[in-house]
């Protein structure tokens, strides 16, 4: 049987959970051996949630237990973690590498000893846990969100993360608003692999006024003009000056949409509804956005990502991509109030962060617009490896508010092509801006943009592994 290396405690008898006698001296001889049963397993997280820690009670009489662990996300298609599988285990503790949200399976089965003629067990003992967040509440499969929401409302003496869970692979509607007043909620599916579908059937928004994540669901929002995302227009006072200081909504969780598919979005993809809202982070990862931006959408303040209200504190868009198959133009890509800064919302730093993202098709006169963050030591920008395609003028220039002045300012092998397929070069328009001498002037060569596929054929993008790197797969 193979041995995991790294993952078993191949210790000295004191030190692996039996004792001399335990082991050499076992009464327990000539019999089938029994596996360790669920309730005695403790499954359990290490200190900094980096490893699962999983133990179990010695068996009298064994030559040590047969172990697997696998990620069951797929369930079709599990995978060893730290290559744990029918590994013999000298122990009664395994310590394997733990990824957030994530399904696991544990079997265990309790080998024979030839020695004191016991034999291997003849069932394992299986257990699944997972690195979700407790659930809150179900949503049945085919539910309308808006009707079901109205009919479960949140109790209002609920705390913390509110997670509830969509179905995997299932199918729902959502035909109004869905309102989360000021809980923070998490709406999610708990699969990976197999995200539930949401169809907006007329114009709706979700409306949080707190914290809010989406998880592993796909959006179409072909039925609605409304901004997906639209933060309560009555917040709630207590959150003024949640950092300590100064007068805006602080949200102190962050708001994140974390590997969605989210299309046919003809409205904003946030907006803060004109309050002033600052959010702590921002964060849009491992998702692709796409927008129809035919001038019958509500685009707040002409901005896909609104904070004209108020201030994102720290914003990061990593690993996804945004396009848009629509011939209206709007004037910004992300937007701020230009007095928000982060002094002003109670930090010490604000951050902008665009890495490995692909953008396509947005013509915007500015792309982002934040004048409070221009030229300030304690603004950061981190433009890293991304692709902007017919995406307006001057993109490096607007990502750094117009002005580097002491800011801190990183830029590596992005790509700025013109919808004429030119160049915004570190001599034209970059100058100043992005100095960085890795400003990669190929075109990236999309597959089928209009489409949605941006797999590439650039030869120096796909050498250095820029844009979304779903299209290098």
């Not at 080998?111 to 659930?135: I, Q, R, S, W, Y």
């Not at 996804?320 to 930090?347: H, I, M, P, Q």
Request: net charge negative.
């Amino acid at each position: 049987m193979p041995i995991a290396a790294g993952v078993m405690l191949l210790a000295s008898c004191a030190q692996d959970g039996f004792d001399d006698d335990e082991r050499w001296q076992s009464d327990v001889k000539n019999t089938t051996l029994q596996s360790p049963t669920a309730d005695n397993i403790t499954i359990e997280a290490s200190t900094d949630g980096s490893q699962t820690i999983i133990t179990w009670p010695v068996v009298y009489g064994a030559g040590g237990y047969i172990c697997s662990v696998y990620d069951v996300s797929n369930p079709d298609a599990p995978v060893a973690v730290d290559a744990v599988a029918d590994s013999l285990v000298d122990g009664t503790r395994l310590v394997v590498t733990r990824a957030e949200d994530t399904n696991y399976q544990f079997s265990i089965t309790t080998a024979g000893n030839e020695e004191l003629n016991n034999k291997t067990a003849e069932t394992a003992t299986v257990v699944d846990f997972t690195t979700f967040t407790a659930t809150y509440g179900k949503i049945p499969a085919g539910s309308d969100l808006a009707v079901w929401f109205a009919n479960n409302p949140i109790d209002p003496a609920a705390e913390g993360e509110l997670c509830f869970d969509l179905e995997a692979g299932a199918e729902y509607t959502m035909s109004g608003d869905v309102s989360f007043g000021n809980k923070q909620v998490t709406l999610r599916t708990t699969s990976k692999s197999n995200p539930a579908k949401v169809t907006l059937t007329a114009d709706a928004s979700l409306v949080p006024a707190n914290g809010f994540v989406l998880k592993y669901i796909n959006f179409d929002c072909s039925g609605s003009t409304k901004p997906l995302i639209a933060m309560s227009e009555t917040p709630d006072e207590s959150m003024v000056g949640a950092t300590g200081t100064g007068d805006y909504y602080n949200i102190m969780q962050p708001i994140t949409i974390n590997t969605c598919n989210i299309s046919n979005l003809r409205g904003s993809l946030y907006t803060d509804s004109g309050k002033k809202y600052c959010a702590s982070t921002f964060l849009v990862t491992n998702s692709v956005v796409h927008f129809v931006l035919d001038g019958t959408g509500t685009i707040d303040e002409s901005s896909l990502i609104n904070a004209y209200g108020g201030h994102i504190n720290n914003f990061t868009a990593q690993n996804s991509t945004f396009y848009n198959t629509g011939s209206e133009v709007v004037k910004y890509f992300l937007r701020y109030n230009n007095s928000g800064r982060c002094d002003r919302a109670g930090y010490s730093a604000d951050y902008v962060t665009f890495r490995n993202c692909t953008f396509y098709n947005f013509g915007c006169d500015q792309f982002c617009n934040y004048g409070g963050l221009a030229g300030r030591n304690t603004s950061n920008f981190n433009i890293v490896n991304n692709i902007f395609a017919s995406c307006g003028e001057n993109v490096a220039r607007r990502i750094v508010a117009g002005r580097v002045g002491s800011a801190i300012a990183t830029f590596s092998n992005n790509t700025y092509m013109n919808a004429d397929g030119t160049f915004q070069s570190t001599e034209g328009s970059c100058a100043g801006y992005d100095d960085s001498g890795t400003a990669i002037e190929e075109d990236p060569g999309f597959a089928d943009p209009m489409k949605g596929d941006f797999s590439i054929s650039g030869s120096k993008q796909a050498s250095l592994g820029t844009g979304d790197p779903r299209w290098l797969e």
